[in-house]
């Protein structure tokens, strides 16, 4: 990396301040930080309104609204991290706003612009800024909602709307080994359904079967296809991938699971590495006798599974430094966190 410019020399001279918070032992929790972003759609104008930052604190719902009454609701979720020099980089927002644009197409929801919702992430994480976490110690969870407020009695979408931003430092999504359990009894999506968007309904369907799961020592579990129950789709909330060799193979994502952004991201990482990367039906067959095996997600980022649990037979994959996993890890953190160069131009810098 070249040397710093004469702004950045002089960021470095300025001492952040910092929230009261003991930064080392964050888990992944809600922290309640100081301010949120509320903007509300205007049906007269076809538009969402301008919006403001506001205080953190609860919010008011008609009980007949539509995301209480009929789940007519959307969320993304997405980092800002702190520079060695103490400045603050956000990873790929724009993709959190064309996701949640077609998320809400699918729930019949208006949604704001990309240029709005990039806007209102800013304006969080800079009211916020407090609560990001010193270099290396942790992130700033930024959580946008998009909820359907109007009053419903009826199936029918909301007349009013509203898109919320809050933020949360947070730290490892998952600190021990992580130990899956292929369910076969319950799935989280099936064609034709909302597995691949965001979705507030694709969530709670999964507390029981994960219950289950941990209740007998596991991590999380790995849903398989609803049609044949033949092939694994992601877990409760990651992608997975498979190594075999030089070839590196992620499920395709067609419509029961989500695109998400850190995998997106693995993807072209890897075939810069040399890989040959795949989307395709995984049987689960291949998952036995895979070299490797990991999971991405924006809270996890990238994490190398140590084992997969099917029908008793258990199956344990290498997992440590030397691992593919743990490249990935580094080399995308790197760049999240301003240590390695960006070359791909996926961060954007906010003050």
């Excluded at 996701?99 to 949604?111: F, W, Y």
């Excluded at 909302?194 to 999380?220: C, E, H, R």
Aim: net charge negative; charged share 20%; proline share 5%.
């Amino acid at each position: 990396m070249g040397s710093l410019s004469k702004q950045d020399q002089v960021e470095c001279r300025q001492k952040a301040e910092y929230a009261n918070v003991d930064w080392d032992e964050l888990g992944f929790s809600l922290t309640k930080t100081d301010y949120m972003y509320v903007m509300n759609f205007n049906p007269d104008e076809g538009k969402f309104s301008q919006g403001a930052i506001t205080p953190f604190a609860n919010i008011q719902l008609c009980p007949s609204s539509g995301i209480l009454n009929y789940a007519q609701g959307l969320f993304e979720g997405l980092k800002a991290y702190r520079k060695e020099d103490e400045g603050i980089l956000l990873f790929r927002p724009e993709e959190n706003a064309l996701r949640m644009n077609m998320g809400a197409d699918r729930m019949c929801m208006p949604s704001p612009t990309v240029e709005q919702f990039v806007d209102a992430v800013k304006k969080t994480v800079l009211a916020n800024k407090r609560w990001v976490p010193p270099h290396g110690r942790g992130s700033l969870y930024i959580r946008p909602l998009l909820m359907g407020t109007g009053p419903n009695l009826g199936v029918k979408p909301a007349s009013e709307y509203t898109f919320l931003v809050y933020a949360s430092p947070v730290g490892s999504y998952n600190n021990g080994e992580l130990n899956l359990l292929i369910e076969d009894k319950f799935h989280r999506a099936t064609p034709g359904g909302t597995g691949g968007i965001k979705a507030v309904t694709n969530y709670s369907p999964v507390y029981k079967p994960l219950t289950q799961a941990k209740a007998k020592g596991f991590s999380d579990v790995l849903f398989l296809d609803a049609l044949s129950g033949s092939h694994i789709e992601e877990g409760s909330a990651c992608n997975i991938f498979i190594l075999k060799g030089n070839v590196i193979s992620t499920p395709t994502a067609d419509g029961t699971i989500l695109p998400g952004i850190t995998r997106k991201s693995i993807m072209e990482l890897a075939s810069g590495f040399g890989y040959q990367v795949e989307e395709r039906a995984l049987p689960i067959e291949e998952v036995f006798d895979a070299g490797e095996v990991f999971c991405t997600g924006t809270a996890m980022v990238v994490k190398s599974v140590a084992s997969i649990t099917y029908r008793g037979k258990r199956i344990e994959y290498k997992t440590g430094a030397d691992t593919l996993a743990e490249k990935l890890h580094a080399t995308l953190t790197g760049i999240q966190t301003g240590l390695n160069e960006d070359k791909l131009g996926w961060t954007m810098a906010i003050h």
